[in-house]
């Protein structure tokens, strides 16, 4: 037989001893191999579906940690505040959370609150091992324990997993006020979302025979815990990989299975048969090679070796070897390329594990660079420079969205140009960077700070930079600066004071004020520049309304340095940091006195007016009581000798006139007087009765005047401005009724709760003396309403009113701290209702004293020896009064001309015990006449008579001495009943 034959017959034998070892070889190691592969695969997919579990349950335990850590949780266990159960405790909260259980248990055992949510209703578990709630429960941990049990627990319905821990503090102060459970049903839809995560699909069983089947129960009874355990199914194609998991006390409770497709198996299967055909067809090849070099012993090796090498070329697997036994030169060819695949599979493994770190490295380099929150750059080293990198905070800090929009858009890369930049560039490492104004995208100027360094890159010299934005900050330093500069230059008064209400702060505007400079005030309250002693209360009330967190607004009385007394009116109030937290409180005041002069003018114009309205009726009255006089005076004359009774009547009755004349003329002056209102306490009952006097008759007959005084409470106002609200709500009315109706004034004490105070702005509830000004005249609609109290509004015609009554009326009443109500409609009529607070004090009257015709016993009484020196320009009034007051045994020197009576007085001064003068005179009033007087006897004792002072205040007449001012028209027994009681040293 040929060698060639033999070698076919023997390469045939070794084709299929190779194809049949290779079979076999292929099954025992690949194909076990793969299912080796499988069987990991399985074990690692039961333990990745374990470590699922685990994840969801430490995202419960997560949200325990934060429930139980929760002061709102600590302290609803204390009080349970169902408004954290509104608050907090929803169904929604169960749907964001993904939780189906919360319960709030306290340290005794008992459920604080608790509730089961599935598909977001309410259930109640059938059967669940948690209760009853007890000490000794698995769930309720120590009370010093910061451990949070958590595990899974079999409930008829599904498994679930139960967290449990401590409910403590956020600070872990303070022992637990119980335990707080969360528990979430291991349902499909959860099964579901881990299979996304792991990619394995698995199912978890409760280990009960009557849920398992034959093969799951032998499998669940012989395996281990903590164990994985893979059973492969051929025929399925599957294998399947359990795990048992003990529930929350440890017991052999549940049990996982995950099923894994034989994938790799199969595909090794296919593989191997795939293999097996491939060498027999290499044994057929291998056949008809040999039969054509069969002369060449050499011919099998060398096609080994080719067939090796073109294996290697193909798949580029460096991993292959030949596989050559003998000394031969092929043999020791066979070990050499060995050799050489091991060496270049090595350095193949070495390179491509430098690649990928390089690769990881530049990918980590450039995220890095991409994300930090300040702009980094490059761009070459040249007279214009060419930008090769920019990292998105770059791009956001000149407004550009991609790389193209900054690179070809020359106004927001001309700053690398700037001689500035360039000079940067030349000392980069200039400390503190270089600040610089740019502008972005949209043309915005913006503020940067540069920081440059320049190193060599592909051989030439690059700058890398950082551009810092500090736009906001350089904006907010900015407004700072404004915001001072206002403070300093504004007007009004600004200060701050601390939590204790010690001042820290003042503006320039308070020391030009005031006179005080900051060092004078610091550390002191502004009560210590108060004006007037009475205003304590007043910064009470601030201190109650900072304290309370809300504001102050009024007026005050402060101090200069001089000692001269002011008045400011502002807003008091607490500022608070971004917590909600009072920090400090401040003032913005302003200096009103001149305001308030010109208002006092205002009113004294505006009570002009007024008088002017009055003047009519009180003309009219006026006339009637000197008809009276005059008549009775007559009538008197006639009956002085015939009948002394009837004269007698006569002067009593001239008498009672006069009284009238005097109460009338008091009046008017009370209410013209123009001088600085005080408040003090006034009977409002009284000020009522006087006004409805006087105003009867200024007023038609027509109108019918109704008063119904119910209240005696004192109010703290001017008797002044009483009076000016009376009589302009009063006359306002009686316009309004055209000369025809009634008018109703009603004054009564009310109460005003805090729903009625809540209608009248500027009122807190309280007790109050409620004035109601009634009419029947043609009323008002809503929009006159509504301006009715603006100054200069009125609706009369051209000529006839200011329009300034109500608006007095409403600026007198808000500075007493009361409020005015109105109420009208068309052709009903129209009530205004003004409320003043009752000031808590005793009710005071006041009464007239009606003079009395002296009798014999007080003429006794009231007679003296007395030398008076009385002085009057009134020559009628001298001789009234020097006849008088000699009646009563004084001897008397009148004059008229005050410097004549001054050269007298200095040529005797001892001549006389008393001085009685008037003030009002031409060439020398009374009160420089009592200074000259006074000079030369100081002791001696003077009384000023006065019929209306517009002229001197009536501090001056107290400070150059004079005893008692006595008021016009005077009698002969008033007059000595005050020289009486001046030398009687009452």
């Not at 790389?403 to 030349?426: H, I, Q, T």
């Not at 109460?663 to 009952?685: H, M, N, P, T, Y």
């Not at 409020?819 to 068309?826: D, F, L, V």
Request: aromatic share 8%.
């Amino acid at each position: 037989m040929k060698i060639q034959n033999k070698i076919r017959g023997l390469l045939l034998v070794l084709v299929i001893v190779f194809a049949l070892g290779s079979f076999f070889i292929q099954k025992y190691t690949v194909y076990s191999k793969f299912v080796d592969i499988e069987y990991h695969q399985a074990e690692d997919d039961v333990m990745r579906s374990i470590a699922a579990i685990k994840r969801e349950e430490l995202a419960v335990a997560k949200l325990l940690e934060d429930w139980g850590t929760w002061n709102d949780t600590y302290e609803f266990v204390k009080d349970r505040n169902q408004k954290f159960v509104a608050a907090t405790l929803l169904n929604e909260t169960y749907a964001v959370t993904g939780l189906n259980l919360i319960y709030i248990i306290n340290t005794k055992g008992d459920v604080i609150w608790g509730k089961t949510i599935k598909n977001g209703e309410e259930i109640k578990m059938p059967e669940f091992p948690l209760t009853p709630w007890n000490p000794d429960s698995v769930l309720l941990p120590g009370t010093r324990s910061h451990k949070i049990i958590s595990g899974i627990v079999y409930t008829q319905l599904q498994p679930m997993i139960i967290c449990a821990g401590r409910i403590i503090k956020s600070d872990c102060s303070g022992k637990s006020r119980g335990t707080i459970i969360m528990g979430k049903f291991i349902d499909k839809n959860v099964l579901d979302r881990l299979f996304d995560q792991t990619k394995v699909r698995f199912e978890l069983y409760v280990l009960n025979e009557s849920m398992l089947s034959e093969r799951d129960t032998e499998v669940a009874n012989n395996l281990e815990a903590n164990t994985p355990y893979v059973s492969m199914d051929e025929k399925a194609g599957m294998l399947y990989a359990y795990y048992i998991l003990p529930d929350l006390k440890g017991v052999r409770s549940f049990m996982i299975k995950a099923k894994v497709p034989m994938k790799h198996t199969i595909v090794g299967a296919e593989a191997m048969r795939l293999s097996m055909m491939l060498w027999f067809i290499i044994g057929v090849v291998m056949l008809f090679v040999f039969s054509c070099f069969i002369r060449r012993n050499v011919v099998s090796p060398i096609l080994s070796i080719g067939n090796y090498a073109r294996g290697i070329n193909g798949d580029m697997d460096l991993s292959a070897r030949l596989k050559i036994k003998g000394t031969g030169e092929i043999s020791e060819l066979a070990g050499e390329l060995n050799n050489m695949m091991v060496r270049l599979e090595n350095d193949r493994a070495m390179r491509v594990e430098a690649e990928n770190q390089l690769r990881m490295s530049r990918e980590r380099y450039r995220h890095m660079l991409m994300t930090l929150p300040v702009g980094v750059y490059r761009h070459s080293k040249a007279e214009r420079p060419e930008f090769s990198l920019m990292n998105e905070a770059f791009l956001r800090i000149f407004g550009c969205e991609t790389v193209e929009e900054f690179k070809y858009n020359s106004k927001l890369s001309g700053w690398s140009e700037s001689p500035r930049y360039k000079d940067f560039l030349d000392n980069p490492m200039r400390s503190g960077g270089l600040d610089f104004e740019l502008t972005d995208r949209a043309e915005n100027s913006i503020f940067v700070k540069i920081w440059v360094n320049i190193i060599e890159h592909d051989g030439e010299d690059v700058v890398e930079g950082i551009l810092l934005n500090f736009t906001d900050q350089k904006r907010a330093e900015d407004d700072i600066c404004r915001l001072a500069t206002m403070v300093a230059q504004a007007e009004e008064i600004i200060m701050v004071t601390d939590l204790d209400g010690k001042m820290f702060y003042i503006n320039p505007a308070f020391e030009k004020i005031t006179g005080y400079t900051l060092s004078e005030v610091m550390n002191r309250q502004p009560q210590d520049f108060s004006g007037d002693r009475l205003e304590e209360p007043k910064y009470k009330e601030i201190w109650e309304h900072l304290q309370s967190g809300s504001s102050w607004t009024g007026s005050l009385v402060f101090a200069r340095k001089t000692g001269e007394v002011f008045t400011i009116k502002g807003t008091i109030f607490p500022v608070f940091n971004e917590g909600g937290r009072a920090t400090c409180y401040a003032g913005i005041l302003r200096d009103i006195t001149h305001e308030q002069k010109l208002e006092q003018q205002l009113r004294q114009s505006h009570k002009m007016e007024a008088i002017g309205t009055l003047a009519g009726g009180i003309a009219h009255d006026f006339n009637n009581i000197l008809s009276a006089i005059l008549g009775y005076a007559n009538l008197a004359v006639k009956e002085v000798e015939s009948d002394p009774a009837q004269t007698e009547r006569y002067i009593r009755k001239i008498a009672v006139a006069g009284n009238r004349a005097r109460d009338l003329v008091s009046q008017i002056l009370a209410f013209s007087r123009q001088k600085q209102l005080k408040e003090d306490a006034v009977q409002f009952g009284t000020v009522v009765k006087e006004a409805c006097n006087l105003l009867r008759a200024s007023l038609p007959s027509s109108i019918e005047i109704r008063r119904y005084i119910k209240s005696k409470s004192m109010v703290a106002a001017d008797p002044t401005q009483l009076h000016q609200i009376m009589l302009n709500l009063c006359t306002n009315a009686s316009h309004s009724m055209d000369g025809y109706g009634v008018l109703t004034v009603t004054l009564e004490d009310a109460y005003v709760t805090e729903r009625e105070a809540e209608e009248l702005p500027g009122l807190s509830c309280g007790r109050y003396v409620c004035l109601k000004v009634e009419d029947t005249g043609h009323g008002m609609d809503e929009i006159t309403q509504k301006r009715v109290f603006e100054p200069f509004f009125t609706t009369k015609d051209l000529g006839e009113g200011t329009g300034m009554g109500l608006s007095v009326v409403h600026g007198i009443v808000s500075s007493l701290g009361g409020a005015i109500n109105i109420r009208s409609r068309i052709n009903e009529g129209s009530s205004f209702t003004v409320y003043l607070p009752v000031l808590d004090l005793d009710v005071r009257t006041e009464t007239s004293t009606p003079v009395k015709i002296e009798n014999d016993d007080d003429k006794q009484k009231l007679s003296g020896n007395e030398r008076i020196l009385f002085v009057d320009d009134e020559k009628i009034l001298v001789e009234l009064n020097k006849e008088a007051l000699e009646a009563y045994g004084y001897k008397v020197t009148g004059i008229s001309d005050s410097t004549q009576a001054l050269k007298l007085f200095q040529s005797s001064p001892d001549d006389f015990d008393v001085v009685v003068s008037d003030l009002t005179m031409p060439g020398m009033t009374g009160d420089v006449l009592v200074e000259e007087i006074k000079k030369i006897r100081p002791d001696i004792p003077v009384v000023i008579c006065t019929g209306y002072n517009n002229v001197t205040s009536e501090e001056r007449i107290t400070n150059i001495g004079v005893c008692i001012v006595v008021h016009k028209p005077i009698v002969g027994r008033q007059l000595a009943e005050t020289i009486r009681t001046i030398m009687s040293g009452d």
